[in-house]
């Protein structure tokens, strides 16, 4: 799930750097605004990356979805790409879940193969050495 999430968060930031310019000069947005929702969205950003393997990290990655959202307010534009970073946000973590869940089995099925060959192999040389005791005895 990291990985994927942390994808989508670091172009989401891209897209909200390069909507900086479009604020202040299409939207009339001031410069100190527009750089300071830029930095409260970054900071959250690698925080969430920072953090993703928790719930936590997940749950920053919300709160960056919603900054994005309320940034549209400025401009209005951005509603459009933030409300398709919240949908490619949820696939990431669902699907992210997911395929924390599959490795999870594999490496538990791999784990119950390597000890089940462990004790098949044990229980053959237990049956070989009873069988060259019994031999000793004859």
Do not use: C
């Not at 990985?3 to 670091?10: K, N, R």
């Amino acid at each position: 799930m990291r990985v994927l999430t942390s994808v989508v968060l670091a172009f989401e930031w891209l897209v909200l750097a390069l909507a900086i310019p479009v604020a202040i000069n299409v939207s009339a947005v001031s410069e100190d605004r527009a750089w300071t929702a830029f930095a409260v969205a970054s900071v959250l950003i690698v925080l969430a990356v920072a953090l993703m393997k928790t719930p936590v990290g997940v749950w920053l990655g919300w709160a960056v979805q919603v900054v994005a959202l309320l940034s549209s307010i400025f401009v209005p534009m951005l509603a459009i790409l933030a409300l398709i970073f919240a949908g490619l946000y949820f696939a990431a973590v669902r699907l992210g879940r997911r395929v924390d869940d599959i490795k999870a089995q594999r490496a538990a099925l791999e784990g119950q193969a390597a000890a089940d060959s462990q004790t098949g192999t044990m229980a053959e040389q237990d049956s070989s050495a009873a069988a060259t005791e019994e031999e000793k005895h004859e």
